[in-house]
């Protein structure tokens, strides 16, 4: 198992429609959210964003959310190839899976060119250690 976060979250009146029901891009916020804070947790925030566009994003709906709901989006690296890294998410409230995802991330140059990852930054995401601010 790689690098895995779960962020806990309430749905706003701003993540629903006009029937208080959440809209379907509040998934790809609040997957975005907890990669965010993963890539803090892991120490290479600053070297992976703006650097890890989308290359693939599919998603499955299960269940509605409603407006107020706790939820509780867990992302989970699930494959880290030489430029690419392939995250696993899902979306719960209680008991119920409200939606899955899979995003596929590749890293770029200043160029925007797929390039390998740096070695520290690759075994954070497959072994979810934290890279030591203190190493050259």
């Not at 209680?94 to 925007?112: N, S």
């Amino acid at each position: 198992m790689g690098a895995t976060i779960t962020l806990e979250r309430q749905l706003d009146w701003i993540d629903t429609d006009a029937a208080g029901y959440w809209h379907h891009s509040t998934l790809w916020r609040f997957v975005e959210a907890a990669e965010a804070q993963l890539h803090r947790d892991l120490g290479i925030v600053d070297i992976t964003f703006g650097f890890t566009p989308r290359r693939r994003l599919e998603a499955e709906f299960f269940s509605p959310l409603h407006f107020d709901r706790p939820a509780a989006i867990t992302l989970e690296v699930t494959r880290v190839g030489r430029t690419s890294a392939t995250y696993d998410a899902s979306l719960a409230s209680g008991d119920a899976l409200i939606a899955t995802a899979r995003i596929v991330v590749v890293f770029i140059d200043g160029d925007g060119r797929a390039c390998p990852w740096p070695e520290a930054v690759a075994t954070a995401l497959a072994d979810g250690v934290p890279v030591d601010a203190e190493a050259p």
